[in-house]
């Protein structure tokens, strides 16, 4: 997986892009070489002679924006099911639909970088019923009910620079990582769209689902 741009104004790292996947913001540029632009973001003015204030070599956290769910979004609730095989969770390896990573300051006021790894993936109602299921892809928010535990940066997350990441992009910072495995209830909130989903044994006849697929400004959220 490589994602090398990141986003300004919401912070997350993605492929090549003109404008942010989740938030749209046009203030996104390469993660290797436009780091001036993490800076950019949130420096102040001070107002004596117009010159920037606070400035640092550092990337600056941000709080990020909230996550931006479509007015005609509808919520369902289920069992999170997977779409053939699991993907491996960056942090630990085990079996996951989806994994938000988030690069956060040590008192979790802000956030400096984040990222978001999921496959297509299904939230089954209980009992499977298919009118009640929907298929979720796209750009994903996870919101925790409870922040889970987080960890402060140390050698061994050899990963995160497999990633991409600079080094110092990670001095100081803390780890927090919000998961959806398989068999986790979550309740999602989306724009409805129709869709066949061939890709499921349990749908054997090409069961038409629903489905919803974030984009910019159309998210899809999900509640862990
Ligand atoms: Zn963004």
């Not at 492929?15 to 632009?37: F, K, M, N, W, Y």
């Not at 940066?153 to 100081?172: K, N, Y």
């Not at 724009?191 to 749908?203: G, Q």
Request: aromatic fraction near 4%; proline fraction near 7%; include cysteine.
């Amino acid at each position: 997986m490589t994602l090398s741009f990141c986003c300004a104004a919401c912070r997350l790292l993605q492929e090549p892009a003109t404008e942010c996947i989740d938030c749209g913001s046009i203030l996104i540029g390469r993660l290797d070489t436009e780091q001036e632009l993490l800076r950019w973001a949130s420096l102040s003015i001070t107002p004596e002679d117009g010159s920037t204030g606070g400035r640092s070599k550092r990337v600056t956290a941000i709080d990020i924006p909230s996550p931006n769910v479509a007015h005609e979004a509808v919520n369902r609730s289920g069992i999170a099911r997977s779409i053939g095989a699991p993907l491996r969770s960056l942090v630990d390896d085990l079996p996951i639909l989806a994994e938000q990573i988030s690069l956060i300051t040590r008192w979790r006021h802000s956030v400096f970088l984040r990222l978001v790894h999921a496959a297509p993936f299904l939230v089954e109602a209980d009992p499977p019923i298919s009118a009640a299921s929907v298929r979720i892809s796209g750009v994903l928010r996870l919101v925790p009910h409870v922040r889970p535990p987080h960890a402060r940066l140390a050698g061994d997350h050899a990963w995160l620079a497999g990633l991409g990441i600079p080094p110092h992009f990670l001095e100081g910072a803390s780890l927090e990582v919000v998961t959806i495995h398989p068999g986790d209830a979550v309740a999602a909130s989306g724009v409805l769209e129709d869709t066949r989903v061939t890709e499921l044994a349990i749908y054997r006849d090409g069961v038409d689902l629903q489905a919803m697929v974030g984009r910019a400004g159309s998210i899809v959220r999900l509640a862990v």
